[in-house]
């Protein structure tokens, strides 16, 4: 089976509807390196399509689901795909609460215990992503490391700061 080309099959822009609300400086910019990790670097391709990308996403909020409305560079719509959150609170919340941990040892910790802490923050991070990744599954291909991108994008869309 061919594989699509790595220059097309991929997100060129991440555009954050009003629907996401806005918070404070400290989490717009979370957010913004969380967007910009993503562009910089990502394997994305709605199954099915039988265009071509490169892609753009815009991601919004309708009640407790995230909306991926894909369109193509020039803006011609391909695909909305709605996600339930649902699924993700558990463990959103005990990234935080492991992340608060991490942030807290760094401050007063041994080098040991921080490494457990962060060995235990990046296996829930990695739990999200590949949840994030099966959820995708059968409406958009993308790698684990794209999981792990947008995964991030979905925790910081869930900070308040």
């Not at 806005?22 to 670097?41: G, K, M, N, Q």
């Not at 919340?93 to 923050?121: F, L, Q, V, W």
Request: proline content about 4%.
């Amino acid at each position: 089976m061919d594989r699509p080309d790595p220059q097309r099959a991929r997100l060129i822009d991440v555009e954050l509807d009003d629907t996401i609300g806005r918070s404070t400086p400290d989490v717009e910019h979370e957010r913004a390196v969380a967007i910009f990790d993503l562009i910089e670097e990502n394997s994305f391709a709605p199954v099915g399509d039988t265009g071509e990308g490169p892609y753009r996403l815009k991601l919004s909020l309708v009640e407790a689901r995230l909306v991926f409305a894909i369109a193509r560079e020039n803006g011609e719509a391909v695909v909305t795909h709605i996600l339930s959150l649902t699924p993700f609170r558990r463990i959103v919340k005990d990234y935080y609460m492991i992340c608060e941990s991490y942030y807290e040892a760094i401050r007063n910790a041994t080098p040991s215990h921080i490494e457990a802490i962060d060995m235990g923050r990046r296996g829930l991070h990695n739990d999200g992503s590949q949840t994030l990744k099966d959820r995708l599954s059968g409406k958009i291909d993308i790698d684990f490391d794209t999981a792990r991108r947008l995964f991030t994008l979905v925790c910081v869309l869930h900070w308040r700061g």
